[in-house]
């Protein structure tokens, strides 16, 4: 209400004050945005912590924002026969210092969800699951941690090309449920290879 | 259009003087004297208007009009004077020269029933060009609709909308920036490119609205490409007096309480003051369809604006100021993250979001205020032309919040997505020719300083200048049964973009320079029937969000790129009309083909844009020739007194002249009635009315196949009812008017409402507007 008396006063007064930042001919630079820059996927194996040959961070990161430069993707490299653990790390590194956006999901973890999708041809040679719940009862995924596991004891040819779909979706006024929402704060695909280990 | 009177009005005489001199035969003139019923005064500055011939003069001291060169046969004459009531009759002029005594009666409190025309413009009957006007009844009786609402009565008028809240018009296929709205003759400078930007004018401050449809630039500028919307206050009071009017209204379907309140007065013989002043305020929770809530398309508004005149013999001097300012909700299912969201939100057939109604607005939302203000000098010469100047200063200032991401810091879930900061200086000045040789015209020059900054989150549009000036001048011939108008106008206009990259100023100037031209010709056959014929060019330049624009548009699952090559967009615009007055009907028929050289659109690229969001369809600007036709017809039979029909149709084709290909986004055809049925006298009841409305919309199967994410909905059929009456308490007039809109709670989308793909139009609304005008004090002339 006082904004808007405000407002009216500024009127009537007819004070046409021009401050220099509001030239068109002063432009400001738009830089500082809420978003989601980079994802990072960090790998370590679950049953053996001692293995560091499997550790990897496979980054989709796209640091201008939508258009301009084209997102760079790392290829997601498994190798058979790994129980590997995933965390998720989402950056917004337009800040400074870097905002890491997955603490604030953490956070709001009871309206977030992960959904995870394999292509076809991996289907039944990598497991995924999903590690931690929040605080809705019943619990419901969360999504920011993992497991892959390429442990199987059908043999095929390697190696395989496939992708793997990262979605977020946020539950903003709907119940959370088991199903994405109609809200997507993050969408992307990684190319994964699976090879001989 | 025939207007009933409320107490008897007498035409005292009539009397038919037969010239014995007959030179040219079908050359009519007219001697009107008005006088006062009660002490047979003559009344000075009584509105006298001939509709047919879009003709406006106030009477003398002696209550005398002239009027010369009509064709004969029959001649409506309206007859309005503030404190009496309004007269409207019909005479057949078979003589050369009648006189016409009328008789006004005064009304003291009951001052509603004064027509009201937008005879401030002094331009008025100049143009050859389609005028279509709203029957300023309609406008009163539905005193509160939006602009756009009022203008859907008008053949070739569509609406283009996001939400229940946001509408704009669309003529003959033409929104946004290719039309010009001229609110109380200031040229309504906001942003109005944007699809899902409405027009920022209260919506009770005006009693005459006036279309041009077509390219008029030669007296409004570059951007009237698509055609005109005059949007006229009421007159000033022309006795003294202080008086004025509450309006108040109320809807059911989104919670509507509104009222405005107008105050007018006068003062002074010789150094004449006029004024009026008023004040609105509207509040509407969430609109309601057929089958659930909208939820967050409440609006909050208000508004305030005073104008003052003064007049001292020949000298008129006018200032105004008003004030708009809105807070309108956008429909939150409609917030999306990305393309599969919205394929998903397409698949449901109710919105994703819905919560109990109310008059909560949460983001998405938008945070707009409009500010005008205006100066006008007008001197009258003694030949009878007159030097006009005005000048106006506009700042519009849209905001618009998107809802955060949740991870989001709190400072800046309240930053605006989009801030944009517009002003705008118009200077004009004009001069106007009295009678010469039987030609009449204006001549002007007109300027505008505009500047844009953006500062919200993302820049939707860059910081820009842009500098425009004109010169023009129409003749308008007049001669017996034929009347010929040729215009033409010379602009530059230069517009520079400022963006900020790495702390170093990028400027991008764009310079352009256009000749715009109009002729047409007007011909009566015989004493009824006229044909009419135009031709206009005009043009416009390429706009900023056309060119630079670069980025996700929120709300619609999109991502637009702009143009750095853009050239002007121009169109010839011709049409033909053939009217018919008859005494019990009347008909307008018009045919017209706008030939657009590089008509500015967006389609989509093959390639989507991957985003860490998902991807999205890439939707760059292009320029190609455009063809857009149609027809309209527009009629009225008056079968008696009580009973009428009148009929609007339009049909539109739009094509791109390269591939052949329909264009995208062009307005169904429809066709819409209305049966009135009306009695001066019911019961206690004046002035009853009861009228049936449908509206038939047809679907859209002109569009270009792949390019939108659904086809367009299907058909549908709305049905309104509108009655009302006048009552009498005491001395108090109270007006009372109801409609009742989707009468049958239809379930639809239109196919130019933007919020189609996440929800339903809105459904049954039941509507009471009361106006209750009071006087403080009159003083008799």
């Known amino acids: ?197 | 259009m025939l207007k009933k009177t409320l107490t008897t009005i007498i035409v005292f005489a009539l009397s038919w003087l037969l010239c014995n001199v007959s030179v040219a035969q079908n050359i009519h003139s007219l001697n009107i004297v008005v006088l006062d019923s009660n002490n047979l005064l003559p009344l000075e500055a009584v509105s006298i208007t001939l509709p047919q011939y879009h003709y406006y003069k106030q009477s003398n001291e002696k209550g005398e009009v002239k009027i010369d060169s009509l064709l004969g046969g029959w001649t409506t004459i309206q007859c309005s004077f503030v404190g009496y009531n309004p007269y409207t009759t019909s005479i057949y002029l078979d003589k050369k020269n009648t006189s016409l005594k009328i008789l006004l009666c005064p009304l003291h409190t009951h001052l509603h029933e004064v027509e009201i025309f937008a005879h401030t413009d002094e331009t008025e009957g100049l143009s050859i060009q389609n005028k279509n006007k709203i029957d300023p009844l309609w406008i009163e009786r539905n005193i509160g609709n939006t602009i756009t609402d009022l203008l859907k009565i008008l053949p070739g008028v569509s609406v283009l909308s996001s939400g229940p809240n946001i509408s704009k018009p669309i003529i003959r296929g033409m929104y946004g920036a290719r039309l010009v709205v001229l609110n109380n003759n200031i040229k309504q400078e906001g942003q109005q490119w944007g699809e899902e930007h409405g027009l920022e004018i209260d919506p009770f401050s005006g009693t005459a609205i006036e279309v041009i449809k077509g390219a008029a630039a030669i007296e409004y500028g570059a951007n009237s490409i698509g055609g005109v919307i005059k949007y006229q206050p009421k007159p000033f009071k022309t006795s003294n007096g202080i008086n004025g009017m509450v309006l108040m209204n109320g809807a059911t379907n989104n919670g509507l309480a509104s009222g405005s309140l107008f105050v007018e007065g006068k003062s002074g013989n010789k150094h004449q003051l006029s004024w009026r002043t008023q004040a609105t305020f509207r509040k509407a929770g969430d609109a309601r369809a057929a089958d659930y809530v909208l939820s967050n398309t409440a609006f909050t508004d208000y508004g305030i604006n005073y104008t003052i005149h003064y007049q001292y013999k020949n000298f008129h001097f006018e200032g105004s100021q008003s004030i708009w300012r809105s807070s309108l909700g956008i429909l939150r299912a409609a917030h999306i993250g990305n393309i599969t969201d919205l394929y998903a939100a397409i698949k449901n057939k109710q919105p994703a979001y819905i919560a109990p109604f109310g008059y909560k607005i949460e983001n998405p939302k938008q945070e707009l205020a409009h500010v005008v203000s205006g100066l006008k000098i007008h001197y009258e010469l003694l030949n009878g032309s007159q030097i006009v100047i005005q000048y106006s200063f506009q700042d519009n200032n849209r905001e618009e919040y998107d809802r955060p991401p949740q991870w989001s810091s709190s400072v800046n879930n309240q930053r605006a997505l989009y801030d944009l900061h517009l002003t705008t200086s118009l200077a004009e000045l004009k001069f106007e020719h009295a009678k010469w040789r039987n030609t009449k015209g204006v001549w002007g020059l007109s300027w505008m300083n505009q500047g844009n900054v953006s500062s919200g989150i993302l820049p939707l549009i860059p910081n820009y200048r842009l500098y425009n000036s004109g010169i023009y001048a129409i003749e308008k011939w007049q001669h017996k049964k034929i009347s010929a108008e040729a215009g033409i106008r010379y602009d530059w206009l230069n517009q520079t973009a400022y963006t900020r990259t790495n702390n170093s100023i990028i400027s991008k100037p764009n310079a352009y320079a256009y000749v715009s031209f109009s002729s047409g010709i007007a011909y009566w056959i015989n004493e009824s029937l006229k044909i009419q014929g135009n031709i206009a060019s005009s043009w416009r330049a390429p706009n900023m969000n056309e060119l630079y624009s670069n980025g996700l548009h929120s709300g619609i699952g999109a991502y637009e790129t702009g143009n750095e090559n853009l050239k002007t967009e121009s169109s010839i615009n011709k049409e033909i009309t053939f009217s018919v007055i008859k005494n019990t009907w009347q008909s307008d028929f018009s045919i017209f083909r706008n030939d657009m050289k590089q008509y500015i659109y967006k389609e989509p690229l093959a390639q989507p844009v991957v985003t860490i969001r998902g991807s999205f369809p890439n939707f760059v600007y292009k320029q190609n020739d455009a063809v857009f036709s149609g027809v309209e017809y527009s009629g009225k039979i008056n079968w008696s007194k009580s009973w009428n029909l009148s009929a609007q149709a339009g049909l539109l084709y739009a094509i791109n002249a390269d591939n052949n290909l329909p264009l995208i986004f062009i307005p169904a055809n429809r066709v819409s009635l209305m049966l009135t049925y009306q009695k001066e006298e019911f019961w206690k009841l004046n002035d009853v009315y009861i009228q049936f409305a449908p509206t038939f919309v047809a679907h859209q199967s002109r569009y270009p196949s792949g390019i939108d994410f659904i086809p367009p909905p299907p058909a549908y059929n709305l049905y309104a009812l509108h009655f009302g009456f006048d009552t009498h308490l005491k001395k108090q007039h109270i007006h009372w008017n109801f409609s009742i809109q989707n009468l049958l709670n239809t379930s639809y989308r239109d196919y130019l409402s933007r919020s189609r793909y996440f929800a339903d139009d809105t459904g049954i609304n039941f509507i009471l507007r009361i106006s209750v005008p009071f006087s403080i004090y009159q003083t008799k002339q």
């Open chain 1, 1 to 197: 209400m006082i904004k808007h008396v405000l407002f009216l006063a500024s009127i009537l007064t007819f004070a046409a004050c021009n401050k220099t930042d509001e030239l068109p001919e002063n432009p400001k630079e738009h830089n500082e945005q809420e978003m989601i820059t980079t994802i990072q996927l960090i790998g370590g194996v679950m049953d053996n912590s001692n293995d560091t040959l499997h550790h990897f961070t496979a980054t989709w990161s796209d640091p201008d924002g939508a258009g301009g430069n084209l997102p760079t993707i790392d290829t997601l490299v498994l190798d058979t026969g790994v129980f590997y653990w995933v965390n998720v790390v989402l950056l917004n590194t337009t800040k400074n210092p870097i905002d890491t956006i997955s603490n604030e999901v953490y956070e709001e973890r009871n309206v977030h969800q992960f959904f995870y999708t394999l292509s076809e041809n991996l289907e039944n040679k990598v497991k995924l699951n999903i590690l931690d719940f929040d605080n809705n009862t019943p619990p419901l995924p969360v999504g920011l941690s993992i497991t892959l596991n390429t442990k199987t004891n059908t043999t095929y040819s390697l190696p395989i090309l496939g992708s793997l779909r990262v979605q977020l979706s946020h539950y903003d006024g709907v119940p959370k449920t088991n199903a994405p929402s109609n809200e997507t704060d993050l969408d992307v695909v990684f190319p994964v290879k699976l090879r001989d280990r």
